[in-house]
């Protein structure tokens, strides 16, 4: 099955900085590469995917770039609010119908 | 926009008691899911289930079981509570979009959740 490695577990930056998460994966087959967002005490929400005839994808301020040879991705984010504060995670597909999850990065942003 | 309905939001068992989680979508979706959140683990998937009375295991499995009688609900049941499943669980539903294997690509639409501690 499907290993999905993210890193770091949390990130502190100052609000306008850029923060950037990588996700690994181990499957060389899969091709659908989304990314999470959850805020405090809400449910994890989709804020952008990317699929692998692409090497990059963005919207507004947030990026998802993919490295298919290396098998890593990587989510960006510029300029960063404190409502960008918020645990990410990135996934994978497994076989037909699932997703695995990286174990999440906990972005904290002050202003 | 999609809801996906959780029962409870807080629920408190004992220890060997039988515990039902309910689950409720209301887009007509094909796909429901049942994941479980802990610090530093991430989300684990503990059963799915593609189609009414359809279920397959995920990930972690073991202590849980699930029941599918209408599309629309998905019900995690554990059998005898154990301390160890004091946890988050989040239910999720999503369209089934035929793909290749690996290339899955429907958005998971996740309920608010169900903090279960069990004493």
């Known amino acids: 099955g499907e290993n999905v490695e993210q890193h770091p577990s949390t990130l502190s930056v100052q609000e306008g900085d850029s923060a950037v998460i990588k996700c690994t994966y181990s499957?060389?087959?899969?091709?659908?590469f989304p990314w999470y967002k959850q805020e405090l005490g809400k449910r994890p929400q989709l804020i952008i995917d990317?699929?692998?005839?692409?090497g990059e994808k963005k919207d507004q301020r947030i990026a998802v770039t993919l490295n298919k040879t290396a098998k890593h991705f990587s989510l960006h984010i510029t300029e960063t609010q404190p409502e960008d504060s918020a645990v990410y995670f990135c996934a994978a597909p497994t076989g037909y119908s699932t997703l695995t999850f990286g174990k999440g990065t906990m972005l904290l942003v002050s202003p | 926009d999609v809801k996906v309905t959780q029962s409870s939001r807080y629920l408190v068992k004992r220890t060997g008691e039988k515990v039902f989680l309910e689950c409720v979508q209301d887009m007509d979706h094909e796909n429901m899911f049942w994941y479980r959140q802990d610090p530093g683990l991430g989300l684990r998937l503990i059963y799915f289930?593609?189609?009414?009375?359809?279920?397959e295991k995920g990930d972690i499995p073991e202590g849980y079981s699930v029941s599918r009688e209408k599309k629309e609900r998905f019900s995690l049941i554990l059998e005898s509570a154990s301390t160890n499943q004091t946890s988050m669980y989040l239910c999720?539903?999503?369209?089934?979009?035929?793909?290749?294997?690996?290339?899955?690509?429907?958005?998971?639409?996740f309920g608010n959740g169900t903090r279960l501690t069990v004493t």
């Open positions: 289930s593609y189609d009414v009375k359809m279920k």
């Open positions: 990317i699929r692998s005839n692409v």
């Open positions: 999720a539903s999503s369209l089934e979009v035929r793909s290749l294997p690996n290339s899955y690509n429907s958005p998971l639409h």
């Open positions: 499957d060389s087959a899969s091709n659908y």
